[in-house]
């Protein structure tokens, strides 16, 4: 899949109006990916824009609340939700089709509240067509 940056945006606000821009030059929603680092923000992005939103909660989950199978579940997995932030934040980003070294570039932004926007697939729409 290939994915180019659309821009890293400081509110929502902004980051809602990137995507109508792009809807309005035809890409489909589908083709748009929002990463970013606040829950609530996430969820209103995700019922205005109808785009894939990616939430990076880098909250310690509550050790009470880890259950024992989820410990044995980890154990035979290898998986555990003690993953540094940043090498979550760089994995979904990964997957979600950015180079190792793009991901990297974007790890901060998000991390200190930004909104990343995402186009997926081979679209004319890179940062520098944005008006």
């Not at 509110?11 to 589908?30: D, F, I, N, W």
């Not at 979600?96 to 004319?124: C, M, Q, R, T």
Request: no cysteine; aromatic share 4%.
């Amino acid at each position: 899949m290939a994915t180019k940056l659309h821009g890293v945006y400081n509110t929502a606000h902004e980051a809602r109006e990137s995507v109508e821009y792009l809807k309005k030059q035809g890409m489909r929603p589908s083709n748009l990916s929002i990463v970013l680092n606040d829950k609530a923000r996430g969820t209103i992005l995700s019922e205005e824009t109808d785009t894939n939103i990616q939430v990076e909660d880098h909250q310690q989950p509550n050790k009470e609340k880890h259950r024992f199978m989820d410990n044995i579940k980890e154990s035979f997995s290898g998986a555990s939700e003690d993953i540094e932030p940043e090498g979550h934040t760089k994995a979904t980003l990964i997957r979600l089709g950015l180079s190792e070294e793009e991901a990297l570039l974007y790890i901060e932004d998000i991390d200190s509240g930004n909104i990343v926007v995402l186009i997926h697939a081979d679209s004319p729409y890179t940062a520098k067509d944005r008006g």
